[in-house]
């Protein structure tokens, strides 16, 4: 027994010795190489930015070591991404990485691990590498999980304007709707407007388009939103409202007593925000009033309106004193002192 | 007599080697759980992953909640860590929770804050809000004042002001990488709102250096007794708690940052404020309310290290820490026995909190009675050698090679520390674990279960030096 005892614990033991050791082996050669790559990175990264912006035909040379290589030039060239402007600057980012990476990361889609997976979709988006674009398409279908490399694949499809990634879009019921923003937001605009035209929308994505429109300020768009306003689906409608929040702007202002007498409170709070974007002083009674709402938001919004109008200073001021409702006295007293932003 | 008693002895002594064996294997198989996933992220570009969330309008805005007791060294650069997120919307709330040093008025006159009235929610009734504050220099700080009543109520009073759907709970003496937020709520982000809390890696910072406020290089302190924590931290996040998250069973969610959905605290009650483990106490009752409701919300662990914290650095000061954790568990498994071995809350009622008995809660005891039996074995030989020396190396394998482990899994997989010979420090310290620093913890850990049984002790404070004062490294 005692025997068997001593034999495992020292096979543990020695286990983890050779793993100290080797991992102190990988360690000092990983510390080696990454020095190596980032001095390759600082050698290449003035010459290549003349390249890149064009100032000079001749493309510097790249380190031989493949590995070396791939970092450098991903290393250049997302830096790069992040400021380039015009289009021939574009041209060549993407001439360049399809030159040195578009058979590395075609090899990776296939071998890579899942993290080299996922970091090469992320390059090629950067990089808008759109000679990838049917390797993309391949790799998606055979993703196993519903996860980032899932995402990524769809994004970098979207990116492309490749319209094979819609009946992704509009039959996945897990995507969140901030992803089918992130989508919407990468979409060409003709694909926005064939959805537009798409009749039983999955909700998730309607949802995601009103609040996209809100974000963007289009005003071509606005029809579409002020139609959902009489979406028989109460999310619908408040994504409506609150696009419009956004866009700061409803050509039916008479229409808004409808929602500012609502018997839900998101509606009453939405509708007191329009209000106070809009700056409609007719509506101040009825703010008045919903400054003493029994919910908290609601009355939030409505103090926060009043504050907005022409003579909103005195308005808070009265209810501060003199509204009826201590809640209401209490947030008027409040948003006197309170800094506020837009809280759409 | 003495025959019966020997007997007795190596009887004990069989159980501790079975019971330490268990739970080494258990550890062991932890890691085998916890490994694929770290396998999985390992190389993973961190930069990329987050950077569609942190220009995205759709990042749910938060609230972070800061709840601060006597932190006049450490709460300014907490508060220009909290600022300097990189995070789309978010609000900073410090809570002086009663201060009688000069915490409110450092905020105040560092951060140029104006007085503001009050029309605060009362989600939970707390001590008194006596006064808030909006900086006229960051719109989105505010400091609110309230009588004390500890951090659970401090927490309650953020968050019944906070506006956001979101809040993070952080300790006053931790910083966040500017990251932090955005990794901890990318889960919660990708899930559509399926993940209701997340938690991230807590590290100890004592030892690197920190620059306005952010951890600038990481290296290690010269105290074993901050070395042996650091390795303690490695194996309980690298090894604990990643595992029982992916099994959906995490039941803590460190005290020091985390990330909550406010309407399922709320509807949970919020913060329990008579027990010292309020924010372990919090995430069983999350869970209980999730498994009564049959909801399909889960709560998540990430392993990216995202928060810095300033770990006890005298002795009296980590017994008071090791105290009053044991005691908080041993309150919140007190006051949630119900769920245990209950199969109404699945791996929650069958494992995790059966784990947390016999793992975190006991093993104290069955540890303690382990050196007793070995120190008087060996001395006054009323056991055998064979049984001694078995037992001997079922408490190093328990400790320290377990510990060595989580060090070798830590430089695998995220390889902070810059050098070889760090590693080679930590690796060395982590096999000392078993003879001086594991036995002492042991001893604390039990006093924590008497005080817990007998309902009383005074459990300190912290003496802080401030993380942003530490000796700079070399």
Redesign the interface.
């Given at each position: 027994?005692?025997t068997a005892?001593?034999w495992v614990?020292g096979a543990?033991?020695m286990l983890?010795l050779i793993?100290?050791t080797a991992?102190?082996i990988n360690?000092?050669r990983?510390?080696r190489l990454n020095n190596r790559k980032l001095r390759a990175y600082r050698q290449a990264l003035g010459p290549y930015i003349v390249y890149l912006s064009g100032e000079s035909d001749v493309q510097p040379r790249l380190p031989k070591e493949k590995e070396i290589k791939i970092y450098v030039i991903e290393k250049l060239l997302?830096g790069y991404s992040q400021n380039v402007n015009s289009e021939a600057e574009k041209a060549r980012m993407k001439k360049t990485a399809d030159e040195h990476l578009q058979d590395h990361y075609t090899q990776v889609l296939k071998k890579g691990?899942?993290?080299?997976r996922?970091?090469v979709l992320?390059?090629m988006e950067?990089f808008m590498m759109t000679s990838l674009k049917d390797q993309v398409w391949e790799h998606i279908q055979a993703v196993p999980e519903r996860d980032?490399e899932y995402?990524q694949s769809m994004?970098v499809l979207a990116s492309f304007g490749d319209e094979r990634v819609l009946p992704f879009m509009l039959h996945d019921q897990?995507?969140?709707?901030?992803?089918t923003?992130?989508l919407l937001r990468r979409f060409p605009a003709a694909f926005i407007d064939s959805l537009k035209t798409t009749e039983n929308l999955p909700s998730g994505v309607l949802t995601a388009m009103l609040?996209y429109f809100g974000?963007t300020g289009f005003y071509e768009h606005l029809p579409f939103v002020e139609a959902n306003l009489n979406s028989e689906d109460k999310e619908i409608r408040l994504k409506a409202l609150a696009a419009l929040t956004q866009y700061r702007y409803y050509s039916d202002h008479d229409n808004l007593e409808r929602f500012i007498t609502s018997s839900l409170w998101e509606e009453r709070m939405y509708g007191a925000r329009l209000v106070g974007l809009l700056n409609l002083s007719r509506y101040s009674p009825q703010l008045m009033e919903l400054a003493g709402d029994g919910n908290?938001w609601v009355?939030?919004a409505a103090c926060e309106a009043l504050k907005r109008l022409p003579d909103g200073e005195i308005l808070l001021e009265f209810a501060a004193e003199e509204h009826q409702d201590p809640?209401a006295r209490?947030?008027a007293?409040?948003l006197?002192?309170?800094?506020t932003?837009v809280s759409a | 007599m003495t025959g019966w008693i020997n007997a007795a002895v190596e009887a004990a002594a069989i159980v501790i080697i079975i019971y330490m064996g268990s739970v080494s294997l258990l550890y062991l198989g932890m890691f085998f759980i916890a490994g694929p996933r770290i396998r999985?992220?390992?190389?993973?570009?961190r930069e990329?992953?987050i950077?569609?969330i942190a220009m995205?309008?759709?990042?749910f805005p938060v609230s972070v909640l800061v709840p601060a007791y006597n932190e006049e060294v450490g709460v300014s650069s907490t508060v220009r860590s909290m600022l300097a997120l990189n995070y789309p919307q978010f609000e900073v709330i410090i809570i002086d929770d009663g201060s009688v040093d000069e915490t409110s008025s450092r905020v105040i006159t560092e951060f140029r804050m104006?007085?503001?009235?009050?029309?605060i929610?009362t989600y939970f009734p707390t001590q008194p809000v006596e006064k808030a504050y909006?900086s006229?220099l960051f719109?989105n700080l505010f400091l609110i004042r309230k009588l004390n009543g500890g951090k659970a109520d401090a927490l309650n009073a953020g968050i019944n002001f906070s506006?956001y759907p979101y809040f993070a709970a952080i300790d006053g003496d931790s910083l966040l990488d500017r990251d932090a937020l955005l990794k901890t709520m990318k889960p919660i982000?990708?899930?559509?709102?399926r993940v209701t809390a997340t938690g991230g890696t807590v590290r100890i910072a004592n030892g690197s250096r920190i620059i306005r406020s952010e951890v600038e290089k990481i290296a290690l302190p010269e105290t074993p007794i901050v070395l042996m924590q650091i390795i303690e931290y490695f194996r309980a996040f690298l090894i604990g708690r990643l595992g029982l998250s992916r099994l959906n069973v995490l039941l803590i969610i460190s005290g020091a940052f985390g990330v909550f959905e406010k309407n399922r605290v709320i509807k949970a009650g919020g913060y329990k404020v008579n027990t010292v483990g309020e924010d372990m106490e919090l995430i069983v009752r999350i869970h209980r309310s999730l498994k009564d409701e049959k909801s399909d919300q889960r709560i998540e662990y990430i392993q990216d290290p995202v928060c810095w914290t300033e770990a006890p650095s005298t002795l009296s000061s980590l017994r008071s820490q090791r105290r009053r954790w044991q005691r908080g568990l041993a309150e919140t498994l007190w006051t949630h026995r119900k769920m245990i071995l209950n199969p109404k809350y699945r791996g929650i009622g069958l494992f995790a909190l059966p784990y947390y008995i016999l793992v975190e809660l006991i093993s104290a005891i069955f540890e303690l009675v382990g050196y007793v039996i070995i120190v008087g074995g060996i001395l006054f030989a009323f056991i055998s050698w064979?049984i001694a020396?078995?037992m001997f190396?079922?408490t190093?394998?328990y400790g320290s090679?377990l510990s060595?482990?989580a060090v070798?899994l830590e430089?695998?997989t995220y390889?902070k520390y810059?050098?070889?010979k760090s590693?080679?420090v930590l690796?060395f310290w982590a096999l000392t674990e078993a003879f001086w620093y594991r036995p002492m913890t042991v001893i604390w850990r039990c006093e924590g279960l008497i005080a817990a049984i007998l309902q009383k002790g005074s459990w300190g404070n912290m003496q802080r030096k401030g993380i942003s004062a530490e000796k700079e490294a070399a």
């Open positions: 027994m005692v005892v001593l614990s543990f033991f983890q793993l100290l991992i102190a360690k000092n990983s510390i997302s691990s899942w993290s080299e996922v970091n992320y390059f950067d980032e995402r994004r897990s995507l969140s709707i901030g992803f923003k992130e609040s974000e908290w009355r939030f809640y209490d947030m007293k409040q006197r002192t309170l800094r932003g | 999985k992220e390992r190389k993973l570009n990329a992953h950077e569609e995205n309008k759709d990042t104006k007085e503001i009235d009050l029309a929610r909006q006229t719109p506006k982000i990708d899930s559509n709102g064979e020396l078995i190396m079922a190093v394998l090679l060595s482990l070798l430089e695998w390889h810059p050098d070889v590693l080679l690796f």
